[in-house]
């Protein structure tokens, strides 16, 4: 009786947040904006819910061992069926009692942080859908489910980014990110597909069982690099980790549980439940371990050279990320966990501790009589001035990797979806028909913007003229 409560309990993990969110939302339908305390009130219950779930699904591991629960299937089509199973094993246990934990306190913190900002209520929707997400993706006990808290956390990642939407870089930020999350998701997409013709299943016991029949076969390495590749997007890995600094035009709150404490992991997470997948391949090891290392030395150099706080503890981030991923691929799954946890509880205080970063390190000078930038300029003393010189302009500039990646890849992309679309509007005009309205429309020119980014230029004054008549002969 007591076990099938305590599933039923840790079951219920991500629905409270996700309740909330809903009651929150048909408060706003009688357009009637509801007050602040009420909105606190009911995020607070729905996280704390939340949090005593996820103690009884740790509590259902301490004394009953790993958990498969099964509750049915969605639907069934054919020989495909969509099963809602929940796997809490020590991973989910420790990952959704975290996760619970972090969300807790960021309410606890919004709520006075973000009092009188007319994104209150927003801003508490879509730290529910967060945390429904998450925990949805540490207890999810196959690939589609998983892919379900995996798209919920990318949705309101993008969204939270874009909160200050009133000033243009927020926005452009946002679709940074978005564009990233979407291109590399393709992969977790592919890894589904991928063992469904393997394996039969994306049930993760199901497939840790049937692993050892299938070892050293082609499609073993295929997943594994797919898998790689959409927890490369997720944790801001090189060569797609270019969005994380640009993540920081959130609220601080936002950016201490995303991009420093749980969202940012959500890659390593994916590494630690798939490890058995990625066991299969040597060379998806060797490409983690590449790929971490990498990332570990940009970010870490990237980080010595930021102006501001929150993009110097960004870079740290993912150059600490990266460590993870090097963990994993040598095997030290343990490690990689520890160092999960206790790299998520530092970022996510440090994260909340930027906007006194400048009080911080007078204190300590003052205390100490040397601070941390005056150790690091010693250090670098032992390095010749000209490398010293090349490596300052390198890390200034991230090492010129999205430039690279625009040349390399999104101009060649862009180039041939503009040659298909004159080739279908030539096709179309064989064929006596007109092409539709949008299509064949040149895309605006992209100027670069103060950060390095890409942005629409502005239009000329006969272009708007010629759009909208002259200003004389406008009533």
């Given at each position: 009786?007591?076990?099938?409560?305590?599933?039923?309990?840790?079951?219920?993990?991500?629905?409270?947040?996700?309740?909330?969110?809903?009651?929150?939302?048909?408060?706003?339908?009688?357009?009637?904006?509801?007050?602040?305390?009420?909105?606190?009130?009911?995020?607070?219950?729905?996280?704390?819910?939340?949090?005593?779930?996820?103690?009884?699904?740790?509590?259902?591991?301490?004394?009953?061992?790993?958990?498969?629960?099964?509750?049915?299937?969605?639907?069934?089509?054919?020989?495909?069926?969509?099963?809602?199973?929940?796997?809490?094993?020590?991973?989910?246990?420790?990952?959704?009692?975290?996760?619970?934990?972090?969300?807790?306190?960021?309410?606890?913190?919004?709520?006075?942080?973000?009092?009188?900002?007319?994104?209150?209520?927003?801003?508490?929707?879509?730290?529910?859908?967060?945390?429904?997400?998450?925990?949805?993706?540490?207890?999810?006990?196959?690939?589609?489910?998983?892919?379900?808290?995996?798209?919920?956390?990318?949705?309101?990642?993008?969204?939270?980014?874009?909160?200050?939407?009133?000033?243009?870089?927020?926005?452009?930020?946002?679709?940074?990110?978005?564009?990233?999350?979407?291109?590399?998701?393709?992969?977790?997409?592919?890894?589904?597909?991928?063992?469904?013709?393997?394996?039969?299943?994306?049930?993760?016991?199901?497939?840790?069982?049937?692993?050892?029949?299938?070892?050293?076969?082609?499609?073993?390495?295929?997943?594994?690099?797919?898998?790689?590749?959409?927890?490369?997007?997720?944790?801001?890995?090189?060569?797609?980790?270019?969005?994380?600094?640009?993540?920081?035009?959130?609220?601080?709150?936002?950016?201490?549980?995303?991009?420093?404490?749980?969202?940012?992991?959500?890659?390593?997470?994916?590494?630690?439940?798939?490890?058995?997948?990625?066991?299969?391949?040597?060379?998806?090891?060797?490409?983690?371990?590449?790929?971490?290392?990498?990332?570990?030395?940009?970010?870490?150099?990237?980080?010595?050279?930021?102006?501001?706080?929150?993009?110097?503890?960004?870079?740290?981030?993912?150059?600490?990320?990266?460590?993870?991923?090097?963990?994993?691929?040598?095997?030290?799954?343990?490690?990689?966990?520890?160092?999960?946890?206790?790299?998520?509880?530092?970022?996510?205080?440090?994260?909340?501790?930027?906007?006194?970063?400048?009080?911080?390190?007078?204190?300590?000078?003052?205390?100490l009589g040397r601070t941390d930038s005056d150790e690091a300029a010693a250090r670098w003393e032992g390095v010749a001035l000209v490398r010293r010189r090349a490596l300052y302009r390198l890390a200034l500039e991230r090492f010129a990797v999205e430039p690279a990646l625009d040349r390399l890849v999104t101009r060649p992309i862009m180039n041939l979806s503009r040659l298909l679309d004159r080739l279908e509007n030539g096709l179309l005009a064989l064929h006596g028909r007109q092409p539709e309205a949008g299509t064949g429309a040149p895309l605006p020119v992209m100027a670069p913007d103060l950060n390095g980014d890409r942005a629409p230029a502005r239009p000329a004054l006969s272009d708007l003229r010629a759009d909208h008549g002259a200003p004389e002969a406008r009533t």
């Amino acid at each position: 009786m007591l076990p099938d409560l305590l599933s039923a309990g840790f079951a219920l993990a991500p629905v409270w947040p996700a309740l909330g969110a809903i009651v929150i939302a048909l408060l706003l339908l009688p357009r009637a904006r509801p007050s602040e305390r009420l909105v606190a009130r009911i995020t607070t219950v729905a996280v704390w819910l939340s949090l005593l779930s996820a103690a009884c699904g740790l509590a259902l591991h301490l004394s009953h061992g790993p958990v498969d629960y099964r509750l049915g299937n969605w639907y069934d089509a054919a020989e495909y069926s969509f099963p809602l199973v929940m796997l809490f094993d020590g991973l989910a246990a420790v990952m959704s009692a975290f996760v619970a934990l972090m969300v807790v306190t960021t309410v606890r913190f919004s709520t006075t942080y973000l009092h009188r900002e007319p994104g209150f209520v927003r801003f508490f929707v879509l730290t529910l859908f967060f945390a429904a997400g998450m925990q949805l993706l540490v207890l999810a006990g196959s690939v589609e489910l998983l892919f379900i808290g995996w798209e919920f956390v990318g949705l309101s990642s993008v969204l939270l980014v874009a909160f200050f939407h009133e000033r243009a870089m927020p926005v452009q930020a946002a679709l940074r990110v978005l564009v990233t999350y979407r291109v590399c998701d393709i992969g977790l997409l592919l890894g589904a597909v991928g063992l469904h013709h393997w394996l039969g299943t994306t049930v993760w016991v199901d497939i840790f069982a049937r692993l050892p029949g299938h070892a050293g076969a082609a499609a073993g390495l295929a997943i594994g690099l797919a898998l790689v590749f959409a927890a490369m997007g997720k944790s801001a890995q090189f060569p797609v980790g270019g969005w994380l600094p640009r993540a920081m035009e959130g609220p601080t709150a936002s950016s201490a549980v995303f991009y420093g404490s749980l969202s940012v992991h959500a890659g390593v997470f994916l590494l630690l439940r798939a490890a058995p997948l990625l066991e299969q391949s040597l060379t998806t090891r060797v490409v983690l371990i590449v790929v971490g290392l990498t990332t570990a030395v940009i970010a870490a150099l990237s980080s010595q050279v930021s102006a501001d706080a929150k993009s110097a503890v960004a870079h740290a981030t993912a150059s600490q990320v990266g460590l993870m991923f090097v963990e994993c691929g040598l095997g030290f799954y343990t490690l990689a966990t520890v160092h999960l946890i206790a790299h998520a509880t530092l970022r996510y205080y440090q994260f909340l501790r930027t906007p006194t970063a400048l009080h911080d390190a007078l204190w300590q000078q003052a205390a100490l009589g040397r601070t941390d930038s005056d150790e690091a300029a010693a250090r670098w003393e032992g390095v010749a001035l000209v490398r010293r010189r090349a490596l300052y302009r390198l890390a200034l500039e991230r090492f010129a990797v999205e430039p690279a990646l625009d040349r390399l890849v999104t101009r060649p992309i862009m180039n041939l979806s503009r040659l298909l679309d004159r080739l279908e509007n030539g096709l179309l005009a064989l064929h006596g028909r007109q092409p539709e309205a949008g299509t064949g429309a040149p895309l605006p020119v992209m100027a670069p913007d103060l950060n390095g980014d890409r942005a629409p230029a502005r239009p000329a004054l006969s272009d708007l003229r010629a759009d909208h008549g002259a200003p004389e002969a406008r009533t």
